[in-house]
């Protein structure tokens, strides 16, 4: 079974703060994606990495993925409330099924 | 382009009763997959269609079952509800497998 840990799981900063979240596992995922999802709504793509060490770009959101393809990173700048969200990772395996971190729900306070 | 839809947003049922959620996946779309969402164990992978056959599922019982129609839309069903199975039930389609276009989601509450 394939598993994906997401860390921190809770995150509370103040507007203008970095922050990284990390999501690792032991399988190798063929692609990794971001999501965020707000109260009430259904999670929204933000990126999807594909390639091994591959740096991804989204305004103030970096996006890494690691050379072994196990693991990755999202590292937001200047953190907005607006940024406010649950944040999950999600691998792609084999035979059409993603597997999804439990996320971590971040609170950017103004 | 219309995004995923989902009905009904929110179900209130008994504990026995069943339950039928529906969903319309974006136009083009041909995978439509679902998913489980709780506060304690997260988003868990109930099963996927392509072209009306089923190419995956998780690890749920068979309580839980879907199917997917001609014109990609689809439904899933949950027999015999228990209390444990309240929780966010989300659709999403997708072109290509690995970047999924989720809808807002059904709320079922068994009591």
């Known amino acids: 079974t394939q598993l994906l840990e997401q860390s921190p799981q809770f995150l509370s900063i103040q507007e203008g703060e970095n922050l990284t979240v990390y999501c690792n596992s032991s399988s190798v995922f063929s692609s990794l994606q971001w999501y965020r999802q707000e109260p009430g709504e259904g999670p929204v793509l933000l990126v999807t990495?594909?390639?091994?060490?591959e740096v991804k770009k989204l305004k103030r959101l970096t996006f890494q993925f690691g050379d072994a393809r196990k693991d990755s990173s999202l590292h937001i700048t200047a953190a907005q409330p607006g940024d406010t969200g649950l944040y999950l990772c999600?691998?792609?395996?084999?035979?059409?099924?993603?597997?999804f971190g439990k996320g971590t729900l971040l609170t950017v306070n103004p | 382009k219309a995004g995923v839809t989902q009905t009904p947003r929110y179900l209130i049922k008994t504990r026995g009763q069943q339950v039928t959620l529906s969903c319309s996946p974006i136009s083009g779309h041909r995978s439509v997959s679902w998913y489980q969402q709780t506060p304690g164990q997260g988003l868990q992978f109930l099963f996927e269609y392509f072209s009306e056959t089923q190419r995956n599922k998780g690890n749920f019982p068979g309580r839980f079952s879907g199917r997917q129609f001609s014109n990609s839309r689809s439904e899933m069903n949950v027999s015999t509800l228990e209390l444990g199975d309240s929780a966010l039930y989300l659709c999403?389609?997708?072109?290509?497998?690995?970047?999924?276009?989720f809808g807002p989601g059904t709320r079922l509450t068994v009591l």
């Open positions: 990495v594909v390639t091994g060490g």
């Open positions: 999403a389609s997708s072109y290509s497998f690995n970047e999924q276009f």
């Open positions: 999600a691998g792609e395996g084999s035979n059409y099924k993603l597997t």
